[in-house]
């Protein structure tokens, strides 16, 4: 499926990329190919077959070669358990399309079902699989294996505790997030999807351990309605979320200068270990659902910035609702990470070139179609207040970590049992094999 060969010529012909320096990290690519196959309804704007664009631009472009590639398995439901309440995931679990229109009104409100978050076949898979792919990159993050570790069907910033929300089920950021937390004294979060990062911030709204780092569309009634700059945290917490509220249309440049004068002094200040960056594509100009301006490369130049400063990396998708940009974009973000240059022209034996036309570039125009609401004096004056913010921050918090980290090999209890039973041995078996070598010791002296 997602496994195809070119022609000799073409191979010999084409050089597909250019790596910009000697060394480059160990970039990890975790991505399980039956997530595509999921289908939220005929005329919901979130396609998981996104996710299978994505994926063989990725591998025309060969950067395959570059990475260390994994098929994680699903996260288990301990795992989802760290997070979403029980009553949830049991919900979530059994829940069919069928059963869903014999439900009272109350319980579908309980749980937000509606056109949003619909119920559709194998939503539990679905939703298990995007959070295991993050968890599976979290882990090898906390190994070392791996410096950046990407999964582009993970991101989904909206999911609750008790509930989904915004096309997003279960939270495969804070899961991640709380894993990272075993051994990571500071995590820094930064979203830089078109919408407010609101799952995020609220999990972790209360805690210094992390810092959240939203840049939206804001007005107050935009979806999800919150990300004002006001919203900072509470408690211990209190400065340590950040929101980044922006107007309609803004374009590269006013994004990019605005993004790294704000996170190079918050990465400074709060010196995280370890940064989860989420790259929602929906803040690309044409996005089915958006309203900025913004260019892939501006958008991958965020990705860039935040690359440069060498701490480890999980770097995850969320939202974008026109699968042919969205595709392109991570595609080059892919290319970023791995420090390498793309042939903007995009490989013709793609098998879903055709998606790619008229132009068949890397990089279309994607700026000019909405009005740049964002005057200058508007974003100094966001600026200002961010940074007047972070005058309060006086230390990067250091934390005991008293707790030795659970179970870092993501193993699931069954595959932990067979493991075990393959190492155990009775002290009989071993008495015995100990006899037996003993006795061949002889054999061979004599
Ligand atoms: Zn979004």
Known sequence: MTTFSTDAKTESNTPLYLANSASSPNVSYHYNPTISQYHYG???????????LTDHLVISYKLYEKMDLFTPRSATKEELLEFHSEDYIDFLQKVTPEMTAKLSDQKLAQFNIGDDCPVFDGIYDYSSKYAGASLDASRKLIS????????????????????????????????????????HPRVMYIDIDLHHGDGVQEAFYTTDRVMTVSFHKFNGEFFPGTGS?????????????????????????????????????????????????????????????????????????????????GLPMLVLGGGGYTPRNVSRLWCYETSVLNDVTLDHKIPNYLPTYDWFGPDYSLHPQLEGRIDNKNSKKYLESVKHEVLEQLRYLN???????????????????????????????????????????????????E
Not at 248 to 264: A, N, P, Q, T, V
Not at 419 to 441: F, G, H, Q, S
């Open 229 to 309: 700059v006001d919203e900072v945290g509470i408690g211990k917490g209190k400065n340590y979320a950040i929101n980044v509220p922006l107007k309609d249309g803004i374009d590269d440049d006013s994004y990019i200068r605005l993004f790294k004068s704000i996170m190079e002094p918050l990465i400074t200040k709060f010196q995280p270990t370890c940064i989860v960056q989420q790259c929602g594509a929906d803040s690309l100009g044409y996005d089915r659902l958006g309203c900025f301006n913004l260019n892939i490369r501006a958008h991958g130049e965020c990705v860039k910035f935040i690359r440069s400063f």
């Open 144 to 183: 070392g294996m791996s410096d950046i570790a990407i999964n582009w069907s993970g991101g989904l910033h909206h999911a609750k505790k008790f509930e989904p929300s915004g096309f997003c089920y279960v939270n495969d950021i804070v899961l991640s997030i709380l894993n990272l937390l075993r051994v």
């Open 395 to 445: 230390y990067a918090p250091s934390v005991q970590m008293s707790e030795i980290p659970p179970d870092l090999t993501g193993l699931t209890e069954e595959e932990e049992d067979i493991i075990k039973e393959l190492n155990e041995e009775t002290t009989e078996e071993k008495y015995m094999k100990r006899v037996k070598d003993e006795a061949r010791v002889g054999e061979m002296v």
């Open 42 to 52: 005929p005329h919901h704007p979130m396609k998981p077959f996104r996710l299978m």
